[in-house]
């Protein structure tokens, strides 16, 4: 259905059209601007073509400015920078809305430190039977180094990235949830500051939950579980180098929290602790928030021949002698599978019902779920259990034939690696398409994160909107093309 608003000034919005299967943020179904939106739409409205592609060049410049870019692995030359791409339309969430989804994502996470901290402990969910014990255990993210290990403060997952989306239904249903090394929180703090630069006139228009105060909670954090005994902790930032593809965010955390960004050359261990090489001599590391794999993080216990690593820091960190977030082998939780069982964790572990309701998943591993996915593929999304960034992921129907029966060969030669669900109607939101002088509506998701430190919770007030720019595009992740927008919420 397309309308025409007879107030449109700059045409950007004539041909803009809702697809009724979907929940359009921006629009009701008559073509009316929603109220939260109107004063935005109106400031839109005013600008001619030329100012708008104006703006958006600012503010691709800002983000040039800063840094803020990222690699496609699939670059080869590694130099390629690419700005993520942003939008200056914000997406808006009124407080009554936020105020359940942050109840939510705080409740699943606190189920999701409880298991983690259970299956390297006493298992006792795997012998209720209310986890399949091989499903964890049997994933390359599991690490036998972390059995019997407590960290300071029992967290494992003190910084979590949970993935929504808004359904036809008007509800959030929880996506995925990212546990292991979640990314894409400089990307919130970093579109606020471009679009206060580009956009300031609607600021004081709205009133909204400040996002520049997430890395003083995120100090707080660090600081409620170091080491016991410290008084004064020194953090630091790993990174794995400037070759990461989320380099930018390593340094940009760093610098923003005052803590040095360091990589496993700059570090060694001594009688069991951890100390950073400087000019002025070693200096102690009590807290490290980590941007480096498992896999890379300590020769001694993991890939030998890692140069990224640093070896012996396993054993302080076993020794209580530095906190390393996350967790090691948290990856055991982020699964695609497990996922399905974290409305039973909440149950098991907090003894609530879940706030924010999962998407149904069928486990190819169980026969009448497997039965069901290849008789249904057409209407599915089937994915890879242990891929992130949208890698490996089957649309059913927007699939061939012939990558339909592909996919179901994949899924028969190993059963437990692939989950499915039902293809979920992610809600649109108008999005400025450059090429086309115009407003279009386009799928979009939430990322929200979640810290939890010894005695504290906090969630960014506000989260990475991210936008399928690709139209009728489902999959929001910047290396399948993705971009983002400001996510405003909004205050009382």
Known sequence: ???????????????????????DEVFSPDGAVKPAYAMIIDQLKQYSTADLAELYERAHQAFFEQGITFRLPSDKAKTRERVFPFDLLPRLINSREWEKLQRGVVQRNMAINAFIHDVYHQQHI?????????????????????VDLNPTGGIYNHISGTDLVKHSDGEYYILEDNVRTPSGMSYVLSNREV??????????????????EFTEHFLTMMRSVAPAGVDEPNGAVLTDGMQASAYFEHAYMAHSMGVPLVEGKDLYVEQDTVYMKTVAGPKRIDVMYRRLDDEFLDPEVFEADSVFGVPGIMRAYRKGNINMLNAPGCGAADDKAVYSYVPAMIRYYLGEEPILNNVHTYLCSEESDYKYVIENMDTLVVKPVDEYGGKGILIGSAATKAELSEYKQKIAQDRSKYIAQPIMALSNHATYIDGNNQFEPRHVDLRTYTLLGKDMQYVLQGGLTRVALIEGNMIVNSSQGGGSKDTWVLEE
């Open 1 to 23: 259905m397309q309308h025409n608003n007879s107030d449109t000034t700059n045409g950007m919005f004539d041909d803009y059209s809702i697809n009724p299967d979907f929940l």
């Open 126 to 146: 795997f012998k209720d039977k209310l986890v399949p014990q091989e499903l964890v255990t049997n994933s390359v993210h599991y690490s036998p180094a972390m």
């Open 195 to 212: 679009m206060k630069r580009t956009m300031f006139q609607l600021f004081g228009k709205y009133s909204l939950q400040p996002v520049k």
